[in-house]
């Protein structure tokens, strides 16, 4: 038995919202059912006074307005995000903080302008290893006060991808998704995509602030250094089939013909395989996958017939990508409670 939840855990969790997973229905998460992760509180920002400040180790440092950030040539894409600590209420024992079980996911249309374009004019000077990327958001973290800050690699953060977003499913950035500006990093873990973004600096250091020296990383114990986490690690989800009922959310399916269907992603490659049990993992199927081609940093829809029959049964999903990165069957344990991409288990009972 897992240790209960703490009020808290539970104060976490009633402000940072995951997505319910019927919601997998939709390709593009709609806003309100996209999952919420906020460290500290939702600042407010005069939109007219804010700036973006590009500062540090530049030939040409930057100071922009919103105005002028949306004057600058517009890119899109479709990116599936997940919170570093999906899986975390799982593990045993479990880390102090926002207590995900499976659900730490969302896919949005963000648009924004191209970070590496403002970098082309900003011109970091020779020797720049790293971008810090600097939030409003104001908090104390294991005793240190901060605002929300992280650090990318500079090779990363010149990938063509990468976004300054201003709007989200064809809207201005709404408050607790990081109005006026945010960074988004197709393919690593949400902790990256810095929110209420006023400030990017170049530096010619790795960063050492809490965000990133700190947490998120992979450790076993207190005195590790540990493994800095970056990108997505594949995880497939399923719809729970059937009705729950209220409030255990046990589920009740009909038998005879069934479609399960779900989404998987991988921040590392493409989707190569789903593989559903529908016996407790005895034996396995694969999906039938169907990839959105424009969208490369979206999941993928899947489905699998499914002829249910009378009594109990647990379903799974497990996805594997296409550099050969397969989920577990059972979660790694680690310190922090991150990357937990376990296999989904829905026990469910299916009736004539
Ligand atoms: N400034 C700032 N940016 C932030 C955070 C934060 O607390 N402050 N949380 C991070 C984490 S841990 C996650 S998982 C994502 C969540 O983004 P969302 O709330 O838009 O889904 O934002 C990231 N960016
Ligand atoms: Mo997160």
């Known amino acids: 038995m897992p240790e209960p939840i703490s009020i808290e855990e539970l104060q976490l969790a009633v402000r940072n919202h995951g997505m319910p997973l019927e919601a997998l229905r939709y390709p593009v998460t709609p806003l309100g059912l996209h999952y919420l992760l906020s460290h500290y509180d939702i600042p407010a920002v005069d939109p007219v006074s804010w700036r973006l400040t590009i500062d540090g180790l530049v030939s040409r440092p930057l100071e922009l307005t919103l105005h002028q950030l949306h004057a600058r040539a517009a890119t899109e894409y479709v990116v599936t995000m997940e919170c570093a600590g999906n899986g975390r209420a799982r593990l045993s024992p479990r880390a102090f903080s926002q207590p995900w079980l499976d659900e730490a996911v969302g896919t949005a249309r963000w648009r924004g302008a191209s970070l590496a374009a403002l970098l082309e004019e900003a011109a970091p000077r020779e020797g720049v290893v790293e971008l810090v990327f600097s939030g409003v958001d104001r908090g104390t973290e294991e005793g240190v006060e901060q605002v929300y800050q992280r650090s990318l690699p500079l090779a990363e953060a010149l990938r063509d991808d990468v976004l300054l977003a201003y709007q989200v499913n064809g809207q201005p950035l709404p408050p607790q998704h990081g109005f006026p500006l945010r960074l988004i990093v197709p393919g690593w873990y949400g902790m990256t995509n810095v929110k209420w973004l006023s400030r990017i600096t170049a530096v010619d250091t790795p960063f050492e602030g809490h965000q990133q020296a700190s947490a998120y990383r992979l450790r076993q114990r207190e005195d590790e250094e540990g493994i800095p986490l970056d990108r997505m690690l594949p995880r497939a989800l399923m719809v729970p089939p059937g009705v729950p009922s ?104 299916v009736v004539e």
Do not use: H, M
């Open 246 to 349: 209220f409030p255990t959310r046990e589920r009740t399916v009909s038998a005879g013909r069934q479609v399960l269907v779900g989404r998987a992603w991988s921040g590392f490659a493409a989707i190569a395989q789903v593989r559903v049990s529908t016996d407790g993992g005895l034996t396995w199927l694969p999906a039938e996958l169907e990839r959105d081609a424009d969208s490369p940093w979206a999941w993928t829809r899947w489905e699998l017939p499914w002829k249910a029959r009378r009594g109990q049964a647990v379903l799974l999903c497990r996805a594997t990508d296409a550099s050969g990165n397969e989920q577990p069957l059972e979660p790694r344990w680690n310190l922090g409670g991150y990357a937990n991409n376990a296999v989904q288990r829905v026990p469910v009972t």
